[in-house]
């Protein structure tokens, strides 16, 4: 029955992140990035001043870079690890090469969906600010299109409790700490009719612990959470990354040469040249979107949030989550599986195959790679969690009329979520994570080819006005 549940599932995530989500996506990426010249390169330098600079003025719950390290809590994830890992295996090499190209437009998609976040936001009567694309689909496209917001909300929710929020991010931390403490899996319990570490039982319970402590306090302990762990495990798998490089230099022209060749003549793994580079876009750029969530509609949400009263100005901050998550997190991650050539092993799923790869590339004991890769993809999965909790909910209000009563609901619900993630397999449990991604990502992308010319007017407007104040 499981096999049959297993095989419905795989059929209908290929059938959603088939040609025309992909085409969509790297479309809407492209004629942003076009009508905005190229503003993610012209204009990176001053998105990462404006990251740490916080404005004195506007109104909003929490602070630019409090913002960013929510939306940086929900992206930066199992997708930079586990995900970037599955992408490899299934596509090849290639699969990164088409990641990274989907990320840099992907960057001028995040800057429109952090603009039109904060032109369209909404204040209630309690001061509680209220934005995201459902707020700009309905008051950026029209009434008429309160359907499409809905669809959105509905499928936001969806994701949050069923796919990039809970289970997938559990399974791994749980996948992470058992392989570390248990890997032989000499110490079981049998549960729901099967045979489970200690290690993933006692990891699932204070995993579910820490959840609700912090969730229950709403935004605010998140973004305090937040900008303190994100930064932190950041910098240290960036550093992790980097001694991996340095200490493979000479293996790293032969591993780019072998991401750049496979992405158009695809893996021998994968079948013929056409199909097999195909699967390494399908997988690169599924991947991406799960990892850095460019054109899915969460970050907005996170966005809307932001002390600001510059549309603009959030839409470049937003815009460096993109760049952090992908560009420089997951090529950290692809380099040093294909260096280690981790991803030809067919034994190996997941997290396991990044571990195996820090355990061969890292100059240091197998036991030490495997705590220090362990300890980042705890950090990351729990930000993960607690960051699409706060997405979930949103979309929650939205759908139900701040209807509080189901909200808490949801984040009871969010909280069981957590609870039974390690229980599943990790194939279902990716394929299902990028069936709602997609639906997600549908009504979004609608969104953002409509407003694409007010997001290039008050771009405009703004950077004019930039200029003239820096005469």
């Avoid at 579910?208 to 900008?227: H, N, Q």
């Avoid at 022209?253 to 991401?259: C, H, N, W, Y």
């Avoid at 876009?281 to 510059?310: C, D, H, W, Y």
Wanted: proline share 3%; with cysteine.
């Amino acid at each position: 029955m499981l096999d049959q549940i297993n095989q419905i599932i795989t059929v209908v995530q290929g059938a959603v992140w088939g040609l025309p989500l992909i085409i969509l996506i790297l479309f809407t990426g492209f004629l942003l990035t076009v009508r905005l010249g190229l503003l993610q390169v012209r204009h990176l330098g001053k998105a990462f001043k404006f990251m740490v600079k916080n404005e004195d003025e506007g109104h909003g719950e929490v602070s630019s870079f409090g913002a960013l390290c929510t939306a940086l809590s929900a992206t930066i994830g199992t997708g930079n690890i586990a995900g970037v890992a599955t992408a490899l295996a299934a596509g090849g090499p290639g699969a990164l090469f088409w990641m990274v190209v989907a990320a840099f437009f992907g960057m001028a998609t995040k800057y429109a969906e952090g603009l039109l976040a904060i032109k369209y936001r909404t204040v209630d009567k309690d001061g509680h600010i209220l934005g995201g694309p459902f707020y700009y689909i309905e008051n950026g496209m029209g009434k008429n299109w309160k359907w499409l917001a809905k669809i959105f909300a509905f499928f936001g929710a969806c994701v949050g409790l069923f796919g990039i929020g809970t289970f997938t991010q559990v399974n791994s931390i749980a996948s992470a700490v058992t392989n570390f403490f248990d890997p032989e899996a000499l110490n079981t319990v049998s549960l729901f009719g099967r045979t489970y570490s200690w290690a993933t039982v006692i990891t699932c319970l204070v995993l579910t612990v820490c959840v609700g402590l912090v969730v229950i306090g709403g935004l605010k302990r998140i973004a305090k959470v937040s900008e303190i762990v994100v930064p932190f495990m950041a910098i240290l798998y960036v550093a992790l990354g980097l001694i991996i490089i340095v200490t493979n230099i000479t293996e790293v022209p032969a591993a780019i040469v072998s991401i750049v060749k496979s992405a158009f003549t695809g893996s021998a793994l994968a079948g013929g040249v056409m199909g097999s580079m195909v699967i390494a876009m399908q997988q690169g750029i599924a991947r991406g979107i799960f990892s850095n969530e460019s054109g899915l509609g969460s970050a907005p949400i996170a966005a809307a949030a932001a002390v600001t009263k510059e549309p603009a100005r959030q839409g470049l901050v937003s815009m460096t989550g993109t760049f952090i998550d992908t560009i420089v997190i997951c090529t950290m991650t692809g380099l040093s599986i294909v260096i280690a050539g981790s991803w030809l092993n067919p034994d190996l799923e997941g997290v396991e195959i990044t571990m195996d790869a820090f355990q061969k590339a890292l100059p240091f004991p197998p036991a030490v790679a495997s705590f220090s890769l362990m300890l980042c993809l705890v950090f990351f999965a729990f930000t993960t969690i607690l960051g699409w909790n706060y997405y979930g909910e949103r979309c929650m209000e939205y759908l139900f009329n701040r209807n509080q009563s189901l909200v808490k609901g949801y984040r009871w619900l969010y909280i069981l979520a957590v609870f039974i993630g390690p229980y599943m397999t990790v194939a279902a449990v990716w394929n299902i994570a990028d069936i709602f991604n997609a639906l997600m990502a549908f009504p979004n992308l609608v969104a953002l080819l409509a407003l694409n010319g007010v997001v290039k007017r008050e771009s405009k407007d703004y950077f004019t006005r930039l200029k003239a104040e820096n005469k």
